[in-house]
């Protein structure tokens, strides 16, 4: 049963549709990351989630209680929502120490003294800040101001966890480890997570499902393996992980690349409902493409970088640019060398 | 002629050593890129050649014409050596221009006005700014102001150009683009350039040859981009290099075993006598399977990160990295979750001596 | 080695040498001579005659009154100034923007003009607004007597509180509103975060407002000047004048003022200690990054009175009294009702054209102003550089030595130099306008070396560097880089200096000699001789001088930004 529940939302700004009828369904324990570009829409459905602004149109439940809805002119505000939430410059306040901080929520919450201290306690310890409880958060690194604002959000031991681009005001090595220091949290406490970023690695690495937005429009929901795998439209092939395209003419026979036609058989089955159209855009990972000396797709080697772990080429392919990176145990052509490409797994979508 | 020689010179500030007695010869027409990790002293190398520093022992020639000397006090100063500098932060004056900002060296010189607006424009064209040149910095993007100064330390056609890493704030994309680039333009106008970065996945790509230099100023390794990565000095060039798992192994008579543990070294024997050793390898070395021969894990952690996964594996007790191209897991059912047994066979395996391990912690 | 030997003494340490130099005269000395000349009696130090001066009743009185009235001031600023600040940025209220803009204006009111103002529309016998009820409205007395305590609490606070109004509503706007967001997905009302979260952050910047008003009003002369001398209220600044001028410069009247000079200087001293402490601790970094902005609190009911308020108080605080000095500057006589027959342009005429006295001020306000200014930019620039750019030892001494007149108020500054230059070291400057430069110089070198600090440290090490590696000598990169760059902030600088030397009082009441009068002089002084029309027709004047000037500023400033 799904615990959090989107219909139909929508957000307007004057002539711009921000939100356009969002539909989620998140389940109880699972962690969502919703993934764009700024300006998507992204953190428009978070803040309507948290009860900062009010949709218009459609409703959001959570837990089966209806929190807001246009019909109805209900709109629950964020200070009863009961959520956790951690926000991207952390929002730790200054003024109070690492354990006001954590306790602030319990004690507006007026509960007695004693439990105040225990929960607040628990949430230090499972965040590692127990020695730092009574110091000033502006003594700490911003990896931990932003484990202050976990506890804090944790301290209410909520149901539903809502985290907005927490990691990106982060150094890069410390991101990693933060998001799993998240991932256990999650598994420990067992809340649903919605998580807004625009970094793909990091919800790929996150979250159960991704919900990829595009201008306020939902592109595709699924787990990274299928986001990754099967992407549905060209955004979002694009968007998630390394890509590069080439337009293909599409006939019976096969596919012409740069004024060359290539039969199918040997590499590719031809996509169904494209080959009406008689032209294509052939999608494929930079990691995903192999050279091969017979019966490849016809380049020549424009740039060949040594990176250590990888090599990175740039094949010019007619009057397109392919990039191809392989491992540095695998021997490839040099800069200026006819090549051929075999697709390993290549995608297919209207050429636009 | 425009090699750089770099003789026995020292340098320290507020009674803190940052460089002594180094000692580096840059060729004629290289690329070379000085790489270490942040504080280490290469951009004070940097500086002391580009003039801005003076040395407190030592001596620095540039083209065979000595710039400095501590012992004779020879000081040659900055705007007299010839060279062009790009750094870190762009530089590029707020108040002048485009045109402006990359004619002044010419100006300075003396150029004839048909000529300085020549050579200017065709610097402009080289760093890809056609019909921006009359557009004031602040209408620019990052990665077109670092173009400027590139066009702007190139215009006068120095013989040597100091690149203090001018990549570091742009995007991935652009720095990707950018050190194409510069690579082109340094083939193209044969000079020689000393890049000085932290970033080793660009002093890969850039360098004709890498200097490594550790945190105290000394130099560990100095060669072409596959040496430093297929056989690493010692494993703090290893190590800074990319990402670096290591297996503590030992020998016991003729047989060798994990740590301190029962299970045997599976692969590539080591090449160094040594009875306490350290196998060093990179994620992608690692092979995985689920049966077969190897060395025995258990999956701790496994992350999707899209064209690859990225696994952390225990094995006897030490826990190691690996990365696997995920299509290959998808096709031979190598995805693996956590608490899942696996074998893992390593490909190739760079031996050191175990007291490396000393400061790890698992 | 040699070359590090080279530059032992070389270009840097001769600035740096000058530098100290003038600071110390123009600085250094005047103060010192103060500190000696109270403490320092026949040849030795004497603490106890610097006690009986304390004791006696009119130098404690003043005392007293100098700390009743600015902590009056400060209250009541303070609590206008955060009430207006969180008005127009929390609130819905309309016309925000144009209101924000609107409180800033009292700013450019000097104090003792809309002292007079207010002089002469709420003194006892003779204001306008008194005369009014009891002419009409038949009251028995005064509506309100704008010679007391509560008058001269009332009027600095009218043009002093926008000092905490700019802090505050700086603070509450720039404040991240995500940390108000958290507190409400925390549980809290709007009421609880405005109690624990948003007050407490803005403290400090409604401390370092306060602690600016209370310093201003402490070292101000004007307004209790012109209103406490009916009812013999005196503060500091005032005694200081009284024993300066009224004694003719007896050894024991200026004994008394320099006691005075360096009660003051300590207590200003002791508040900008206090400032420091309070934005160097609580100053917290709050400053928002992605662009969603604060809840406002809706005012519903209140909108529209809460907008008439805001209208009722600039029109209380600005427009009356501007509109008071203008047609009190066109009567033929004061007192007169203000009837198209009573009012005529011949003040303004013989001002501007025809009297020596008024024309004579103006011209020495506006060549003071424009030299002060033009020397302490220079000045600032070379001193700046050697602070902000040279690596010399004692840097130290040169940014103490420029920052110490910030912290001495504009009395002590008079009164030090009247004490340095009358002949002590062979100069006479007294009752000449040199020794009004002088001060000014004094006062203003701060604000120069401010200015010029901050634009030098937006030219950073690198441009220079470039321009070094593109072949350019120091000379030629300081010609080419520097000093274009620098411009702006010199600019800057020297109007953050001709404007308030162009109207101020408070240091050219204590110097000034009957050809050496400034615009505020006069004013003042025209006040004091009962020559009411003229004094409000000069000031009338000296506004308009005041509002082209400011809006000269904004043009220029505005213009270089753009560029």
């Keep these: ?352 | 002629m425009a090699n750089v020689r770099i003789e026995g010179v020292a340098k320290q500030y507020a009674g803190r050593k940052i460089l002594s007695g180094l000692s580096l010869e840059l060729n004629d027409g290289e690329c070379f890129t000085l790489l270490g990790p942040s504080g280490c002293g290469k951009t004070v190398l940097l500086r002391l050649i580009a003039g801005f520093e003076t040395p407190d022992s030592g001596s620095i020639a540039i083209g065979g014409e000595v710039v400095a000397n501590a012992a004779t006090g020879h000081m040659l100063p900055p705007d007299k050596r010839g060279l062009g500098v790009v750094f870190q932060d762009y530089a590029v004056w707020p108040h002048m221009n485009v045109f402006d900002n990359i004619s002044y060296p010419l100006k300075l010189a003396g150029t004839a006005a048909k000529s300085l607006r020549e050579r200017t424009l065709r610097a402009v064209d080289l760093v890809g700014l056609s019909g921006l040149d009359a557009r004031l910095p602040s209408q620019l993007s990052g990665g077109q102001q670092q173009r400027v100064a590139l066009a702007r330390a190139l215009v006068s056609e120095p013989r040597l150009l100091l690149l203090d890493e001018p990549l570091n704030n742009l995007d991935a994309n652009l720095r990707e683009e950018m050190r194409f680039e510069i690579k082109a333009l340094q083939r193209q106008l044969g000079i020689t350039i000393l890049y000085v970065t932290h970033d080793q996945e660009i002093a890969l790509a850039i360098a004709d040859r890498i200097a490594v230099m550790d945190a105290n100023g000394a130099l560990r390794q100095i060669g072409v981009p596959e040496a430093l990565y297929e056989k690493p000095a010692d494993d703090f060039v290893f190590r800074f290099l990319g990402i670096a798992s290591f297996l503590p192994v030992r020998r016991d008579g003729e047989a060798l075993y994990i740590g301190g543990s029962s299970a045997k070294w599976v692969g590539q024997a080591p090449d160094i006598p040594d009875a306490r050793l350290a196998a060093g390898f990179r994620p992608s070395d690692v092979m995985l399977a689920r049966g077969g021969e190897g060395l025995p894990g258990i999956v701790r952690r496994a992350s999707f990160l899209g064209a690859q996964v990225d696994y952390l594996i225990d094995i006897a007790g030490t826990l190691i990295r690996a990365a696997l191209p995920s299509h290959e897991c998808l096709a031979r059912n190598l995805l693996f979750v956590e608490g899942d047994h696996c074998l893992a066979r390593i490909a190739s395996v760079q031996w050191f001596a175990g007291d490396i391990l000393a400061a790890e912690k698992v | 080695m040699n070359a590090r030997a080279q530059s032992r003494f070389g270009t840097p340490e001769l600035l740096f040498g000058l530098s100290v130099a003038v600071l110390v005269i123009v600085v250094g000395v005047p103060m010192l001579l103060i500190f000696f000349n109270a403490f320092w009696v026949d040849g030795h130090f004497n603490v106890a005659d610097v006690i009986t001066v304390l004791r006696h009743p009119e130098t404690y009185k003043a005392l007293l009154n100098s700390l009743i009235l600015s902590v009056g001031v400060t209250i009541t600023g303070t609590i206008v100034g955060t009430f207006f600040a969180w008005l127009v940025t929390r609130t819905d209220l309309p016309f925000k923007k144009t209101m924000k803009l609107l409180f800033l204006v009292p700013f450019m009111l000097p104090a003792f003009i809309g002292a007079l103002a207010w002089k002469m529309l709420l003194s006892p016998r003779a204001g306008y607004i008194n005369r009014v009820f009891m002419d009409v409205f038949g009251f028995d007395g005064p509506v309100f007597n704008i010679y007391t305590y509560a008058g001269i609490i009332l009027v600095e606070t009218m043009y002093l509180f926008p000092f905490v109004f700019i802090q505050v509503s700086g603070a509450l706007e720039r404040m991240d509103p995500t940390l108000e967001e958290s507190a409400r997905i925390s549980g809290a009302d709007l009421f609880t975060i405005t109690r624990k979260i948003t007050i407490p952050l803005v403290m400090p910047s409604i401390l370092s407002g306060s602690l600016l008003i209370m310093l201003y009003s402490m070292a101000h002369f004007g307004t209790v000047a012109v209103l406490g001398v009916e009812t013999g209220i005196y503060n500091i600044p005032t005694l200081i004048y009284e024993k300066i001028h009224q004694s003719a410069g007896s050894f024991a009247s200026i004994r008394t003022a320099t006691v005075l000079a360096t009660v003051l200087v300590i207590t200003a001293a002791l508040i900008l200690w206090l400032q420091n402490r309070i934005l160097s601790k609580g100053r917290y970094q709050i400053i928002a990054g992605k662009s969603f902005r604060p809840t406002e609190l809706k005012l519903r009911g209140l909108r529209i009175p809460l907008l008439l308020l805001c209208i009722a108080y600039i029109g209380f605080t600005i427009v009356l009294p501007t509109t008071t000095i203008f047609l009190v500057g066109g009567l033929k006589t004061y007192g007169l009702p203000f009837t198209a027959e009573n009012m005529t342009w011949s003040n303004y005429n013989h001002i501007l054209f025809e009297w020596d006295l008024t024309r004579g001020a103006i011209w020495n306000s506006i060549s003071l102003g424009l030299s002060a200014a033009l020397i302490t930019m220079f000045a600032g620039v070379v001193i700046s550089y050697v602070i902000v750019k040279m690596k010399v030892r004692g840097k130290g001494i040169l940014e103490f030595l420029g920052m110490l007149p910030f912290s001495v108020p504009g009395s002590v500054i008079a009164l030090g130099v009247i004490l340095a230059w009358s002949g002590k070291f062979g100069i006479n400057l007294y009752n000449t306008v040199w020794i009004i430069l002088v001060a000014y110089i004094a006062r203003y070198m701060a604000f120069s070396l401010k200015a010029n600090s901050a634009a030098l440290e937006q030219v950073h090490d690198s441009l220079v560097e470039a321009a070094r590696a593109s072949g350019a000598t120091m000379a030629q990169a300081l010609r080419d880089i520097v000093v274009p760059l620098v411009r702006p902030g010199m600019v800057a600088a020297f109007f953050l200096i001709f404007l308030p030397a162009l109207r101020e009082l408070t240091v050219s009441v204590l110097l000034y000699g009957p050809t050496t009068r400034t615009i505020g002089v006069a004013i003042y002084t025209l006040n004091e001789d009962g020559e009411t029309v003229y004094s409000a027709a000069l000031a009338g004047i000296a506004l308009i001088i005041i509002v082209l000037g400011e809006l000269l500023i904004k043009r220029l400033v505005s213009g270089k930004n753009g560029a």
């Design chain 1, 1 to 352: 049963m799904a615990y959090i529940e989107l219909r139909q939302v929508t957000k307007r700004f004057g002539s711009v549709t921000a939100v356009d009828r969002l539909d989620l369904e998140i389940a109880k324990g699972e962690c969502v990351a919703m993934l764009g570009p700024s300006g998507c829409g992204k953190t428009t459905t978070l803040r309507m989630v948290a009860g900062f602004d009010d949709l218009d149109d459609g409703e959001i439940r959570v837990g089966g209680k209806l929190l807001s809805s246009k019909r109805e002119n209900l709109y629950l505000p964020p200070e009863n929502r009961n959520f956790g939430m951690v926000f991207q410059a952390f929002a730790v306040w200054p003024h109070l120490s690492v354990f006001e901080n954590v306790a602030f929520p319990l004690r507006v919450r007026k509960l007695p003294r004693a439990e105040i201290g225990a929960r607040t306690e628990e949430a230090l310890k499972h965040t590692n800040l127990l020695s730092a409880a009574n110091g000033s958060p502006d003594d700490l690194s911003g990896g931990g101001k932003q484990r202050v604002a976990l506890a804090r959000a944790l301290a209410i031991r909520p149901d539903v966890m809502l985290l907005d681009e927490p990691l990106s005001s982060l150094d890069p090595h410390f991101r990693e480890e933060m998001r799993f220091e998240i991932k256990d949290l999650q598994h420990r406490f067992g809340f649903s997570i919605l998580y807004v970023t625009h970094d793909q690695s990091e919800a790929m690495a996150l979250s159960d499902r991704i919900l990829v937005m595009r201008a306020g429009v939902v592109q595709q929901i699924g787990t990274p393996l299928e986001v990754y795998g099967s992407p549905e439209n060209r955004f979002v092939f694009e968007f998630i992980g390394l890509s590069c395209f080439l337009h293909s003419g599409l006939t019976e026979s096969g596919m012409q690349i740069a004024g060359i036609t290539y039969p199918w058989p040997n590499s590719i089955a031809p996509p169904p409902g494209l080959l009406a159209n008689g032209t294509g855009l052939l999608a494929a990972r930079p990691t995903e493409i192999n050279f091969v000396s017979e019966h490849g797709i016809r380049g020549k080697v424009l740039r060949k970088a040594y990176l250590g772990e990888t090599i990175d080429y740039r094949i010019r392919v007619g009057d397109a640019e392919v990039r191809v990176q392989k491992t540095r145990h695998v021997p490839g052509p040099a800069v200026g060398d006819n090549c051929g490409l075999e697709f390993a797994c290549p995608h297919w979508y209207p050429a636009d």
